[in-house]
T-cell receptor, first 118, second 115 residues
């Protein structure tokens, strides 16, 4: 079975300071890992994904994440927060194959709400 | 290239009623997944449709059912609505058979309120 734990439900930073959103995962197989962002009243937007290539993954809007198998972590970082980064962030794991297609369901963490103070 | 379109955007239903939510997948995508996102929680997988058949299901009762049409669009049907069914329902489309070819595009969701 797969699961995701986002270690902080809320994170507050000042504009221009670094962002760290923490995620630990549990997986029976080699997982694929994602970070999605959800702005109010909007759908989910993919920030970045890890699929067993480079362990340091760069995404959109200056975000990046590092896959650490020994720590079962996939923390999201950004060097300098912007006001527009305020949103809900979800860490997601996918490793369960759905029969017949090789496609897999996504398991979401409970989310981290990022606040950016001016 | 169009994205994923869901309708309606908001809906209010009475407990015990039935509801149908609709999703048009992104152009070229042949797989549709549905997720339920309760307030303050992460989305939870309901089921996935591929080639017009249900292909994987999460921990949801049979009163949650769906359809996929030849044009890959999809419907989510919920019978005998309960108050706990109030949530944001998200549709995601994708394409690809290789395990690394994940490209899930999400719609903006349908906000269902059961009273």
């Amino acid at each position: 079975a797969q699961s995701v734990t986002q270690l902080d439900s809320h994170v507050s930073v000042s504009e221009g300071t670094p962002v760290l959103l923490r995620c630990n995962y549990s997986s029976s197989y080699s997982p694929s890992l994602f970070w999605y962002v959800q702005h109010p009243n909007k759908g989910l937007q993919l920030l970045l994904k890890y699929t067993s290539a480079a362990t340091l993954v760069k995404g959109i809007n200056g975000f990046e994440a590092e896959f650490k198998k020994s720590e079962t972590s996939f923390h999201l970082t950004k060097p300098s927060a912007h006001m527009s980064d305020a949103a809900e962030y979800f860490c997601v794991v996918s490793d369960q194959s759905l029969a017949g297609t090789g496609r897999r369901a996504l398991t979401f963490g409970s989310g981290t709400r990022l606040q950016v103070q001016p | 290239e169009t994205g994923v379109t869901q309708s309606p955007t908001h809906l209010i239903k009475t407990r015990g009623q039935q509801v149908t939510l609709r999703c048009s997948s992104q152009s070229g995508h042949n797989t549709v997944s549905w997720y339920q996102q309760a307030l303050g929680q992460g989305p939870q997988f309901i089921f996935q449709y591929y080639r017009e058949e249900e292909n994987g299901r999460g921990n949801f009762p049979p009163r949650f059912s769906g359809l996929q049409f030849p044009n890959y669009s999809s419907e989510l049907n919920v019978n005998a609505l309960e108050l706990d069914d109030s949530a944001l329902y998200l549709c995601a489309s994708s394409l690809g058979v290789a395990s690394s070819s994940y490209g899930y595009t999400f719609g903006s969701g349908t906000r269902l309120t059961v009273v």
